[in-house]
C-alpha cells in the first residue's frame, strides 16, 4: 500500500486510542463517524483496525475547504489537493466500498437524511477547532451515538496557552461534558476527551448509588420504574403537558390545536409523564412551521432552565399533577402523519397546516405516494 502524507497529527497518539476503543471488536459490525478527515490518515487508521467486519462502514465529514481556526488569518489551511490525497488514500485501504463521504460542512452534513439514518458506535470529532464548532458537531452527533457508544474529541489541548479560549476546542469539550453529564461517564482526559453514551436500564444502579438527581433533556431512553422510583429524575420537555406528550410535540400542536410550550417535570414510568414543576406556553401563530414553532419552544425551555434550575437542584418548588390525562403521540404517529395519500380528500386549511406543521428546512418529512417529499413556504401578508 503507498499511501501519500505530507503531514502527521495523529499516528503518535494511537496508544491510548486503543484503550479508549478497547471494549470493541473488530470482527463485530462497526459504524464510525468521522468529523474532519483531512488527508485521511486517521480515517484509515480506524479502517485497518476496526472495519474488519465487511458490513462495518465509516462515515467520514469533511468540506475540504480553504478556512481559518486561528485569529484573524484569512486562510489557515488552503487544502489545496487535499481531498484527491484522502481518495488515493482510502483506495489504498481496498475497503472504499465501505466509507461513506460527505464533502460538506458538519453543520449541514449531520442533519442529511443519509447520516441520520444509522446510529454509531464511536464518533470522532476533529474538525474545525473553533470552539462553536467544536460544541455544535457534539450536540449535533450526540443523538447519533449508540447507547455505550463513544465520542471522542481530538487535539482538547490544542493551542492552550496561546490562543483565546474560543479558537481551539477545550471550553466547548468542557461545557459540552459539564450540560450532558447525567448521560455520559468521562473515561479518557488527556491530548484527548473520551465519553460514553450512559444506558439509563443497564446503569442504573451506578445512576443510583452516585447521583442525587438525574436530568433529561429530550432524551430518548425511557427511564425504568426502578430508576425513576429511587433517584429523582427530572424531564425537560418540549411540549405543553399533559397536551400532546410523546414524539414531536409540537408538530401535533399545529395539527390537533392543543396548546404548544414547553415543560419541566418530575419524571415517572410513563412517557413524557409527571407532576409538573413549570411551564410555559407558547403562541402558535398561522404562519408557523414546525421549524419556526420548535424555535419558539426551545427558547421557553431556555427560560424555564434559567428560572427554575438553582430551585430544582435544591428541591425548593411544588410540583403539581397534570390538570387531565391529556395525549400521546408516538413515533409511528408522525411516521403515519407524514405519509400524504393524494386520493384522500381533505380541506384546504388541514392540508396547508399538515404541510406547515412537518416543514423543516433542513429535514424532509412529509412525502406524496412515497414518491415525492412536499414542503411549504408561508409568508406574511404586507410583512
Known amino acids: 500500500m503507498k499511501f501519500k502524507y505530507t503531514v502527521d497529527w495523529f499516528e503518535g497518539k494511537t496508544e491510548k486510542l486503543f484503550e479508549i476503543m478497547g471494549h470493541f471488536d473488530p470482527r463485530q459490525e462497526l459504524h464510525l463517524l468521522e468529523i474532519g478527515s483531512y488527508e485521511g490518515r486517521s480515517t484509515v487508521w480506524f479502517i485497518k483496525n476496526y472495519l474488519i467486519n465487511k458490513n462495518s462502514t465509516i462515515t467520514c465529514i469533511d468540506p475540504w475547504m480553504p478556512y481559518s481556526q486561528i485569529d484573524n488569518k484569512p486562510v489557515e489551511f488552503d487544502l489545496k489537493g487535499v481531498y484527491d490525497t484522502f481518495i488515493h488514500n482510502i483506495k489504498e485501504t481496498g475497503k472504499d466500498n465501505q466509507i461513506l463521504i460527505k464533502k460538506s460542512k458538519s453543520s449541514y452534513a449531520l442533519l442529511d437524511d443519509d447520516i441520520r439514518s444509522k446510529e454509531y458506535d464511536m464518533v470522532f470529532i476533529d474538525g474545525n ?10 450536540v449535533y452527533s450526540w443523538d447519533l451515538l449508540k447507547v455505550n457508544g463513544i465520542m471522542i ?8 496557552k496561546i490562543s483565546p479560549p474560543q479558537s481551539r476546542p477545550k471550553i466547548a469539550v ?7 453529564a447525567n ?32 436530568f433529561s433533556a429530550h432524551c430518548k431512553q425511557i427511564f425504568p420504574k426502578s430508576l425513576v422510583d429511587r433517584v429523582r429524575c427530572i424531564n425537560i420537555h418540549p411540549g405543553y403537558n399533559p397536551y400532546n406528550r410523546g414524539w414531536y410535540p409540537h408538530v401535533f400542536s399545529i395539527i390537533n390545536k392543543l396548546p404548544a410550550g414547553a415543560t419541566i417535570h418530575e419524571m415517572d414510568e410513563k412517557l413524557d409523564h409527571g407532576s409538573i414543576i413549570c411551564q410555559e406556553e407558547v403562541e402558535i401563530d398561522s404562519w408557523d412551521t414546525g421549524e419556526s414553532l420548535y424555535r419558539k419552544v426551545i427558547n421557553a425551555e431556555r427560560s424555564l432552565i434559567e428560572k427554575w434550575l438553582k430551585n430544582i437542584i435544591d428541591h425548593e418548588y411544588v410540583a403539581t399533577s397534570p390538570t387531565s390525562k391529556g395525549n400521546l403521540n408516538t413515533k409511528l404517529d408522525f411516521e403515519n402523519l407524514c405519509r400524504i395519500d393524494s386520493n384522500s380528500t381533505v380541506k384546504v386549511s388541514d392540508f396547508v397546516d399538515l404541510l406547515r406543521a412537518t416543514s423543516y428546512s433542513e429535514f424532509d418529512n412529509a412525502f406524496l405516494d412515497d414518491e415525492l417529499y412536499v414542503k411549504i413556504l408561508l409568508n406574511r401578508k404586507n410583512s
Request: negative net charge.
Open 129 to 138: 477547532h473553533s470552539s462553536h464548532c467544536v460544541l455544535q458537531d457534539a
Open 153 to 160: 474529541f481530538d487535539d482538547y489541548k490544542w493551542r492552550i
Open 174 to 180: 468542557d461545557g459540552f461534558v459539564e450540560c450532558y
Open 183 to 214: 448521560f455520559l461517564e468521562k473515561i479518557h482526559v488527556g491530548s484527548r476527551v473520551a465519553v460514553r453514551n450512559i444506558n439509563v436500564v443497564e446503569d442504573q444502579e451506578e445512576i443510583v448509588n452516585k447521583y442525587d438527581i438525574v
